[in-house]
């Protein structure tokens, strides 16, 4: 089983930028695909990126550009890093691992572990 940890979120106004971190606890993490996912009071769970066990990535179109995925294998961290925040990413964002398939993906059913979540708000 693979545990995983986010930190890093909080208030932040538009334009702004924050860093998560996710620490994955037991389990081979170099050979877990991961991904970060994302939901809005309300609103379905929604992928926003992911990357594959050899490192390849994949964005959703609402964050192409302003996120960024990366994974460092030595200190078992999964990172998201956000520039040009605005209004609409406002959401408890969750990073997710699973040990199934090779490539990345942004749908919650490829996906066997999930962390608690860290709240990211960003103010107009």
């Known amino acids: 089983q693979v545990f995983l940890q986010e930190s890093g979120g909080g208030s932040v106004e538009a334009g702004g930028s924050l860093n998560l971190p996710c620490i994955s606890t037991?389990?081979?993490?170099?050979?877990?695909?991961m991904g970060w996912f994302r939901q809005a009071p309300g609103q379905e769970r929604e992928g926003v990126t992911s990357m594959s066990i050899i490192g390849e990535s994949t964005y959703a179109p609402s964050v192409e550009g302003r996120f960024t995925i990366s994974k460092d294998n030595i200190k078992n961290t999964l990172y998201l890093r956000m520039h040009s925040l605005a209004p609409e990413d406002t959401a408890t964002y969750y990073c997710?691992?699973?040990?199934?398939?090779?490539?990345?993906?942004?749908?919650?059913?490829?996906?066997?572990?999930w962390g608690q979540g860290t709240q990211v708000t960003v103010s107009s």
């Open positions: 037991l389990g081979p993490f170099r050979r877990l695909r």
């Open positions: 997710a691992a699973s040990s199934r398939g090779y490539g990345g993906s942004l749908l919650t059913t490829e996906y066997d572990d």
